[in-house]
């Protein structure tokens, strides 16, 4: 079955047959974490680093924000049965667009403090297509961790 | 020596600032859009010699030395040692001194640094008004990086 994701939602799933699927990651990031013993997938679509610009909204959708959204996608991979010393974890997404005043990346932005958030918690990041400025979907297998990357027409495995 | 003009080293000391406490430090940096004034709570300096002969000053608020800390080895800032929090720190210096010379050279090049040190006090640099200053924001912190650099003697 596939697993829609929207801009801030993450979902978990131990069916083999599940694909969770996120769609035109432009300066949001994908984090995509696997258990392999427990065969345990998580992907959570992060929209902004930090959740102190809008703590209403951190309330309402807590996976809008790398700092509220992945302790959230850890917690059910647990529940899940994950064993978090096992999960591996791949970033996809952050291309490079501009604020307002064109003054601070976003995408880079949201890789650093997902990154922050990941060493901080014991988990490293395995792999990552990150940055440019194409807009990206992912693909996540969850029988075997398969991710597959893609934009117009073209398709990569991470 | 080949011409530096003070845009070209401003450039490549941004975007090697970005690199260094980006992926060291988990830190994203931007250009400041303003100078502004912080209570320095940690001064660091390096030279260079190759490719480019050279001086680089990292000055840090209290805030960012923590952060940069607390980032670089997963731990509390109550937990570390004075000999971790200055190793930490000196091998970031040492690393964006690396970085600041390739990027300002465009290419992977071999460099010759000195050992970063620590300094108590900017008067310990008798001639920084020669020092060409650069104000960097932190995710809201401001910091300054000053830099020469030096003709090669004959």
Known sequence: MRLDIGIGEWKVSNKADDELKTYALGSCVAVCAYDPSNHVAGLIHIALPDSKVNSEKAKKLPGYFADTGLPKLFEDMVKKGADKKNIKVKLAGGSSIMDQNRHFDIGRRNTIAIKRYLWKNGFGVIKEDTGGNSSRTVGFKVADGAIVVSNAGSKWQL | ?154
């Open chain 2, 1 to 154: 020596m080949r011409e530096v003009t003070k845009e070209q080293a401003k450039a490549a000391l941004l975007r090697a600032t970005q690199n260094t406490l980006g992926e060291m430090a988990f830190i994203d940096v931007i250009e400041a859009e303003e100078q502004r004034d912080f209570e320095t709570g940690q001064l660091l300096f390096i030279e260079f010699y190759k490719p480019v002969r050279g001086r680089l000053l990292l000055a840090l608020p209290l805030e960012i030395k923590r952060e940069i800390v607390e980032n670089i080895h997963a731990a509390d800032w109550d937990e570390l040692s004075v000999n971790e929090i200055d190793d930490c720190l000196l091998e970031l210096l040492n690393v964006l001194g690396g970085n600041f010379l390739r990027e300002l050279e465009q290419k992977d090049v071999k460099v010759h640094l000195s050992f970063p040190t620590v300094l108590f006090s900017l008067e310990e640099i008798p001639d920084l008004d020669s020092f060409w200053k650069f104000s960097f924001d932190a995710e809201g912190n401001p910091f300054t990086t000053s830099l020469a650099l030096h003709e090669e003697e004959a």
